[in-house]
C-alpha cells in the first residue's frame, strides 16, 4: 500500500528557493525538483487570508469553509478578535494510519486515530498545544528539548543586525530540531503511518522579519541588519533543505509531497491596514486626526523609511502616537484653581455629541482559541465605530471596511438604502490616496465582497476589501492631509505571486505539470492514498496530470 509523505513549507517563497538552488545552496530541492512534477499552486484570495494552515488542516476554501479572515467581529457589541479554528481537519474521517507534525490550525483533539503534535512551535497555530498520546509532549521535551526559536516565531528585528544574526540562527536551529524530531516519530514511535504531514513554519517567521536581505527593492535594503538578514534567511532556506533531505531518503518508499500554499514578497499592508486607513476613515468620518505622529518622524527627501533604535518595539512607539499630549504648565495651574462644577459645566458645553457606548471587551468563551487584538492600532479606533458610518476592521493584511449597518450593527446608523452610496465613498477617498514615494495611488485593486443582501455579512467577512499596490508609509490626501509616515514593523509579507507543490513517486512522471489549485493538494494525497472521505473537501487531485 502506498505512503505518502507530505512536507507542507509555510511561509515558503519559490523563487528565493530557486535562486539559492540555482547558486547550489539547496542541493536535496534541486534533486526533488529534477524527479518530481512539479505544479505551480494558484491560491487566488485565501492567499491574503492568512489562513493558509487551516485550508491544509481542513482541506476547505474560505468560501467553502465560510471563514475569510482569522479577524472575526461582533456587531451586537463591536468586539473583534482573532479566532483558531473550528473545525475538524480532514484527517478525522480517513481510514488510514496518519501522523501530524506542527501542523498549525490542525486540531488534533477533534481526530482520536491521529497521532502526533500540534502547537510545538507553529507560525500561528491556530490550535492549543496538545499531543496524542498525552505523554508525546513530554517525551520529545525529554529528548529533544523545548522548541529552540520561540522568542524570534514573532521577531521584530530589522532595526539591529544583532536580532537578525540571533534570529537567523535560532529559526535554522529549530528547523534542524524539527527535521529530528520528524524522523523519530515517523521511524521509531509511529512506524506504521501511511500519511505523514509534517509541517515548517520558520521561512514564515523568517521571511516576514528578514525579507529586507533578500529583496534588492525593498525601502528597508541597505540599512545595517540588511547583510545578516540575507545570510539568516539563506541559513533557514538551507536547514529546510536537510529537512527534506534527511525526511525523504529515509523514507524512499513514500511518494513525497513537498508543498506552498502561496508565495512571499514584500509587506504591502501592515502600516496600510492596521494604521493609515483607520486613520483615514477616522478623518473622514470626524474631520479631525487622533494619531498624532511624534515630531521625529518626518519625510527626507528621498522618502527614506523612519529608523527605529535596537531596543524599540513597534506596538509601543506607535501607541505614542495615540496618548494625548501633555497640558502646558500654565493650563495646568489653571485647571486646579477652577471649581469642579465650573469645569464639568464647560467641558459639556464644548463636547461634541459623544458615540454610543461601546461594550467592554469581556473574557471570550471557551472554544477555539481567541487572541487579543489589542495591540493592534486600528482597534484604537473601535469606540468611535458605532458613530462611523463606516470603519477599518482590524487586519494583517488588506484593508477592511465595516459599513455601519442599521439592522445589522448594534449601533448602525447606515440605511440600507444608502449602502452603495457610503461604499463607494470610501473607495473614492482610499484611491485618492497617494504613496508619498511612488506618486501613485496607495490603492491597488478593490473588491466588494459582500453577500447580496449585506444584512447576511459573516463575522469574518468585510463589505469592501482593498488590496494595497505598495508598502506606504504615508497617505496623503487631497483634503483629509498626510497621515505618516510611520516606521515599518514586518519587511516580509504574503504577496508572492504563487504557491508550489512537489511531488515524487516511483509511479509518477516527473516535470512541469502547469498550474492548478492550491485546494488541489489535499485531494491529490488522498487519491494517492488510494482511499476516500467523506469528509467536505474542496479542489480536485491533479493526479491525472501525473
Known amino acids: ?33 529534477a524527479s518530481s512534477a512539479r505544479f505551480v499552486l494558484d491560491y487566488g484570495a485565501g492567499q491574503r487570508t492568512g489562513l493558509a494552515g487551516e485550508h491544509v488542516a481542513t482541506g476547505l476554501s474560505p468560501d467553502d469553509a465560510r471563514r475569510w479572515s482569522a479577524v472575526h467581529f461582533n456587531p451586537a457589541t463591536y468586539q473583534v478578535w482573532q479566532e483558531g479554528t473550528r473545525r475538524a481537519p480532514f484527517a478525522a474521517d480517513l481510514a488510514v494510519p496518519t501522523v501530524v507534525f506542527d501542523v498549525p490550525y490542525f486540531d488534533l483533539r477533534a481526530t482520536p486515530a491521529v497521532g502526533g503534535v500540534v502547537a510545538w512551535g507553529a507560525h500561528d497555530p491556530g490550535v492549543a498545544r496538545f499531543s496524542r498520546p498525552n505523554d508525546l509532549m513530554s517525551q520529545i521535551q525529554a529528548r529533544f528539548g523545548p522548541y529552540p526559536a520561540q522568542p524570534w516565531i514573532y521577531g521584530f528585528t530589522w532595526p539591529s543586525a544583532q536580532k537578525a544574526r540571533i534570529m537567523g540562527q535560532a529559526l535554522s536551529r529549530a528547523v534542524d530540531v524539527r527535521a529530528e524530531i520528524a524522523h523519530w516519530l515517523l521511524g521509531e514511535r509511529f512506524p506504521d503511518w501511511r500519511l505523514a504531514l509534517i509541517a515548517v513554519s520558520e521561512s514564515h517567521s523568517a521571511v516576514e522579519a528578514l525579507w529586507h536581505g533578500v529583496d534588492r527593492n525593498h525601502r528597508l535594503h541597505g540599512i545595517p541588519s540588511t547583510a545578516v538578514a540575507a545570510t539568516a534567511i539563506r541559513d533557514v532556506y538551507r536547514a529546510i533543505d536537510r529537512l527534506v533531505d534527511k525526511l525523504a531518503s529515509t523514507f524512499p518508499d513514500a511518494v513525497t509531497v513537498v508543498f506552498a500554499m502561496g508565495g512571499m514578497g514584500e509587506n504591502r499592508s501592515d502600516l496600510q491596514s492596521m494604521l493609515l486607513f483607520p486613520e483615514l476613515l477616522y478623518r473622514n468620518a470626524f474631520k479631525r486626526p487622533l494619531f498624532k505622529q511624534p515630531k521625529e518622524w518626518a519625510w527626507s527627501r528621498d522618502h527614506r523609511p523612519i529608523s527605529l533604535s535596537e531596543t524599540d518595539n513597534w506596538e509601543d512607539r506607535i501607541a505614542r502616537g495615540f496618548a494625548p499630549p501633555p497640558q502646558p504648565l500654565l493650563r495646568r495651574v489653571v485647571a486646579r484653581a477652577v471649581p469642579n462644577f465650573v469645569k464639568s459645566a464647560l467641558r459639556k458645553a464644548k463636547a461634541p455629541q459623544p458615540p454610543p457606548p461601546v461594550a467592554p471587551q469581556k473574557p471570550m468563551s471557551k472554544g477555539p482559541a481567541r487572541i487579543t487584538l489589542n495591540w493592534m492600532p486600528a482597534t484604537a479606533y473601535r469606540k468611535f465605530w458605532p458613530a462611523m458610518p463606516a470603519f477599518a476592521l482590524p487586519s494583517f493584511y ?149
Open 398 to 546: 488588506d484593508g477592511r471596511v465595516r459599513v455601519n449597518l442599521k439592522g445589522r450593527e448594534a449601533a448602525g446608523i447606515v440605511e440600507l438604502s444608502d449602502y452603495e452610496r457610503v461604499l463607494g465613498d470610501i473607495e473614492r477617498i482610499a484611491c485618492e490616496c497617494i504613496d508619498p514615494a511612488t506618486g501613485k495611488s496607495a490603492v491597488d485593486f478593490v473588491e466588494y465582497t459582500a453577500p447580496q443582501d449585506p444584512r447576511d455579512l459573516a463575522e469574518t467577512q468585510a463589505d469592501l476589501v482593498l488590496v494595497w499596490k505598495s508598502p506606504a508609509a504615508a497617505f496623503e490626501h487631497p483634503s483629509l492631509g498626510r497621515i505618516g509616515p510611520v516606521p515599518y514593523r514586518r519587511p516580509g509579507g504574503h504577496t508572492g505571486p504563487s504557491g508550489v507543490a512537489y511531488i515524487r513517486g516511483a509511479d509518477l512522471s516527473a516535470g512541469e505539470r502547469g498550474t492548478r489549485s492550491a485546494y488541489d493538494v489535499l485531494p491529490t494525497l488522498i487519491e494517492l492514498l488510494g482511499t476516500r472521505t467523506n469528509a467536505p473537501i474542496s479542489g480536485r487531485s491533479m493526479l491525472s496530470l501525473v
Open 1 to 33: 500500500m502506498t505512503r505518502v509523505l507530505a512536507i507542507f513549507l509555510d511561509g515558503y517563497e519559490e523563487s528565493l528557493a530557486q535562486r539559492f538552488m540555482a547558486e547550489g545552496e539547496m542541493p536535496a530541492m534541486s534533486r526533488l525538483a
